[in-house]
């Protein structure tokens, strides 16, 4: 009987954890910066910001560049703490992607409040193949 209690209260925290992590996530974001990979911060220019909006259903509008529209999908992992997104259009035309089912979340949040939102955009670097993260910062864009 009381695994069965911590179970359920587990399950239930978890849950908890998802839904408040979705609802501080599904905004629309302005990027402000960006830190590559063994690089420091630099301030992106606002005319060359990227702007994403998350919504709750599970997709995403992104604008690129002032003009370039992206429309695709994204999901948690199963704590809540990186992020998976599969491209689904660029500039109006649907694209053929990974589904997202297939696709692994590796891109990490490393912060995330109700204003500010940091991810770390993981690949290989350099000719050694250093495993590393460029670091994507947002501040939320009214909504």
């Known amino acids: 009987m009381k695994f069965a209690m911590y179970t359920l209260c587990f399950l239930l925290c978890l849950n908890t954890t ?11 974001w302005k990027q402000i910066g960006l830190k590559q990979f063994g690089k420091a911060f630099k301030p992106v220019d606002a005319s060359m910001a990227e702007i994403i909006t998350l919504k709750t259903d599970g997709t995403y509008e992104e ?4 003009s ?3 429309g695709g999908v994204w999901k948690f992992d199963a704590d809540s703490a990186k ?3 599969a491209l689904t259009s660029m500039g109006g035309t649907p694209r053929a992607s990974l589904p997202l089912e297939k696709t692994k ?3 990490s949040i490393l912060r995330l409040t109700a204003d500010t939102l940091i991810y770390g955009s993981l690949a290989y670097y350099g000719p050694e193949n250093v495993y590393g993260h460029d670091d994507w910062y947002f501040v939320r864009d009214g909504d």
Do not use: E, M, N, W
């Open 18 to 28: 998802v839904d408040s992590r979705k609802s501080l996530l599904c905004h629309k």
């Open 63 to 66: 604008l690129l560049y002032g």
């Open 105 to 107: 979340p590796t891109d």
């Open 68 to 70: 370039l529209q992206i």
């Open 83 to 85: 992020l998976a997104f």
